[in-house]
C-alpha cells in the first residue's frame, strides 16, 4: 500500500487492506508477527469453509487465484488454506511464540518460519541460520554482556544496584541471562539493560558451523511470576501450555494474585468453545506440570495447584481494543498486558466480559 494510505489506518484496517491487495497481486516473502500468522491461518479456515462468504473482492485476479487455491485443496481432500493462494516463498516471522507456532505456520502458510530477536532499542539482535534451529547473536549489532539470572532475582528490587555481567565467551548452556547492550551505531543509548531474559541452548550450531552460543528469547526479565520460590513461570511457559491443550483462544492475561496466605495464578482467557472454566484449567493444569519442571515440583512436593482459569466471553478483547482506541490509545496499548496485568486492567475485562454475557442473555 501507499505509505500515506498505510500510514493513517489502525492495525486491524491494515491488515485487513494487505490481505485484499495480496489476493490480487501475490504474496513473495511475508513478514509479520507469528501470532497474526496462526491467527489469520484459523480464521482463513474457517472463512473458506464458508461457501457463500460475499467478502472476497470480485476482481478477475481474486477469481482466478481462488480457482487455482480450490483446485489444489480438492486435490488434497481438504479445505482452501492460506498457502493455496500464496504459495510464498519465505516467511519470516517473531515474537515470543514463533517456535511454539512453526509447525501450525508451516500447515497453513507451507513453509517453516525464519525467526529474529530485535527490539527498538539495539535493532536486530539474532537471526537462524538456514538449519532453522535456535538463534545466533550477531556480534556486529551491538556489544553484549549478560546479566546471570541469579544476579538478576537478587538485585531486582533495587534500582540502584549494580549486577556483575559475562561476556559472550562465557555464557554457560542451560543458563537464562538479562541482556545489557552497547550500541556500535549511535543510538540513543550508550550501556542498556533491554529488560530481555535470554537462555543458552548451545555453544554453537554445529549443522550450520557456526561457532557462536545459540539462544531463544524466553521472556521479558520483570514478566516473570514467581510461585512459592519454586518455578518463575515466563510468558513463553504460558504460550507453550496453552498450545500443548489444542484450545482455540482469541487472546488472556495471567497473573499472581494474593489473598492472605493463598496464591494463585490465574489466567484469563476468551475461548472459542463451550468447555466450563473447571475442565480448561484441569487440562491446563496437567500440561503446566509437564512443561515447567519447576511448577511439576510444586505440586509433587507441597501438594499445591495455584493455577485458577477464568473464562471471559466471546468479544471480551475486541471490546477492549475498540474502546481504547476510540480513547486515542497507542497501538501497543489497546491489548492487555499478557503477563501481571495490573488490578484495573483486569477489572476492566470483567466488566467488559459481564456486558457481553448480558447482551447475549
Not at 5 to 24: P, Y
Not at 192 to 197: D, I, N
Request: proline share 6%.
Amino acid at each position: 500500500m501507499p505509505p500515506d494510505e498505510h500510514d493513517s489506518m489502525d492495525f486491524k484496517d491494515k491488515v485487513a487492506k494487505g490481505f485484499e491487495t495480496s489476493l490480487k497481486t501475490g504474496v513473495d516473502i511475508l513478514v509479520a508477527m507469528t501470532s497474526v500468522l496462526v491467527k489469520l491461518g484459523n480464521d482463513f479456515s474457517e472463512l473458506s469453509q464458508n461457501k457463500r462468504d460475499s467478502r472476497f473482492p470480485k476482481h478477475p485476479a481474486v477469481l482466478y487465484r481462488l480457482v487455482q487455491a480450490l483446485l489444489r485443496s480438492k486435490l488434497e481432500h481438504r479445505s482452501i488454506l492460506p498457502k493455496d493462494l500464496w504459495p510464498v516463498k519465505a516467511i519470516i516471522g517473531w515474537g515470543i511464540d514463533t517456535r511454539i507456532y512453526r509447525e501450525q505456520v508451516r500447515q497453513t502458510w507451507g513453509r517453516y518460519p525464519y525467526e529474529l530477536h530485535a527490539s527498538t532499542e539495539a535493532g536486530i539482535m539474532a537471526l537462524q541460520s538456514w538449519s532453522k534451529s535456535d538463534l545466533t547473536l550477531l556480534p556486529t549489532s551491538n556489544f553484549y554482556e549478560f546479566i546471570p539470572e541469579e544476579e538478576w532475582l537478587a538485585y531486582r528490587d533495587d534500582i540502584f544496584a549494580q549486577p556483575s555481567t559475562v561476556l559472550l565467551p562465557e555464557v554457560e548452556p542451560g543458563k537464562r541471562y538479562e541482556l545489557v547492550i552497547t550500541s556500535f551505531h549511535g543510538m540513543p543509548f550508550i550501556r542498556y539493560r533491554l529488560g530481555h531474559l535470554i537462555k543458552v541452548t548451545a555453544p554453537e550450531d554445529t549443522e550450520a558451523q557456526v561457532n557462536l552460543p545459540q539462544t531463544t528469547f524466553e521472556s521479558r526479565a520483570d514478566d516473570l511470576l514467581d510461585i512459592a520460590g519454586f518455578t518463575r513461570i515466563s510468558e513463553k511457559t504460558v504460550i507453550q501450555t496453552i498450545a500443548n491443550t489444542d484450545c482455540k483462544y482469541e487472546d488472556w492475561t495471567v497473573r499472581k494474585e494474593v489473598d492472605g496466605d493463598k496464591v494463585t495464578l490465574h489466567l484469563y482467557i476468551e475461548m472459542d468453545g463451550n468447555r466450563s472454566a473447571t475442565e480448561i484449567a484441569a487440562l491446563l493444569q496437567d500440561e503446566l506440570t509437564k512443561t515447567d519442571p519447576g511448577y511439576r515440583d510444586l505440586e509433587r512436593m507441597i501438594d499445591s495447584q495455584p493455577l485458577k482459569v477464568t473464562i471471559l466471553n466471546p468479544g471480551t478483547f475486541a471490546d477492549y481494543y475498540t474502546q481504547k482506541k476510540e480513547i486515542g490509545a497507542e497501538l501497543l496499548q489497546r491489548k492487555p498486558p499478557r503477563m501481571n496485568a495490573p488490578d484495573e486492567i483486569v477489572r476492566e475485562l470483567l466488566y467488559l466480559s459481564n456486558a457481553r454475557e448480558v447482551i447475549k442473555v
